[in-house]
């Protein structure tokens, strides 16, 4: 099976942004916003060998994957993962 790769829609781009600006803000440092940061990844490339790891939502094909306070909302299609929230 070929690598599936992980897009990003724009909005999920911009709350994700918005999250690491918050925690910087509040934390006066970067440190937690990196290790959130880290945690995003290993989430994305988990989905990547297991695109159905997500419980399914109330919206039409996407999925939702946890991440302590947050969730990564997705869609998997034949060779792609579309993060579209986050």
């Given at each position: 099976m070929a690598q599936l790769k992980i897009l990003?829609?724009?909005?999920?781009?911009?709350?994700?942004?918005?999250?690491?600006e918050?925690?910087?803000e509040r934390n006066k440092s970067n440190t937690y916003a990196k290790k959130l940061?880290?945690?995003?990844?290993?989430?994305?490339?988990?989905?990547?060998q297991n695109p159905e790891l997500g419980k399914k939502t109330e919206f039409k094909n996407t999925r939702a994957v946890s991440l302590g306070h947050y969730s990564i909302?997705?869609?998997?299609?034949?060779?792609?993962?579309?993060?579209?929230?986050f």
């Open positions: 990003w829609t724009e909005t999920a781009i911009l709350q994700r942004n918005y999250i690491f918050y925690w910087i940061n880290q945690k995003i990844k290993e989430r994305t490339e988990l989905l990547k909302l997705y869609q998997n299609y034949h060779s792609k993962i579309i993060i579209s929230g």
